[in-house]
């Protein structure tokens, strides 16, 4: 064993429950392990920079790791909590796989049925979130023109949607209505 090993072996021993200690206190109990190797594979990284009282440099480097921890937590619970504020109690109660499956068929089905133009313009509004100028640019037109085209596939698209639900939907009982994409101003 050469002397650096021999060291962080040292540290190791020494220090583990110390840190392990400090960050259980400041980290859910589960990751606590976790962490406390992180601080060990810093200290392993770093072994020469290593002051001779190495507790109170284990511990900053502890207190990082953790800190660093719940950021990524709490960027992960803000993500979640923003991701059910999207979604209501009626969305949760109306859930149904095979609905959504099938209108999302229907609506694929209806958009390549458009002519290509009409279809690259409502593509490129609603699934790729461009303004009818940006849009208008990419496919190679005036605004104007990219604006005729927008709106003749939106129409005709909600028209197609309609249709293609009618008769399941009656079916079933109900009559869906298409969601109509709407222009950006």
């Known amino acids: 064993m050469?002397?650096?090993e021999a060291r962080f072996t040292r540290l190791y021993e020494t220090h583990y429950r110390s840190v392990f200690g400090y960050v259980v206190l400041r980290a859910a109990p589960q990751a606590a392990e976790d962490l406390t190797g992180e601080v060990f594979t810093v200290a392993w990284r770093k072994i020469d920079e290593i002051p001779d009282q190495a507790l109170p440099w284990l511990l900053g480097v502890a207190r990082n790791v953790v800190?660093?921890?719940h950021g990524a937590a709490g960027r992960a619970r803000g993500?979640?909590?923003r991701l059910a504020g999207l979604t209501t109690d009626a969305d949760l109660h109306a859930w149904d796989v095979a609905e959504h499956l099938i209108a999302r068929d229907q609506a694929l089905a209806a958009l390549?049925?458009?002519p290509p133009k009409e279809a690259e313009a409502v593509t490129l509004t609603a699934w790729h979130g461009l303004d009818p100028a940006e849009a208008a640019r990419v496919a190679g037109c005036s605004r104007t023109a990219f604006a005729v085209r927008l709106h003749r596939g939106r129409r005709r698209l909600a028209k197609a949607i309609e249709a293609s639900q009618e008769s399941p939907a009656r079916a079933h009982g109900r009559a869906p209505r298409p969601r109509v994409i709407q222009e950006k101003q």
Do not use: N
């Open 67 to 69: 800190r660093r921890s």
């Open 79 to 81: 993500l979640a909590d």
């Open 2 to 4: 050469d002397e650096q």
């Open 112 to 114: 390549r049925a458009l």
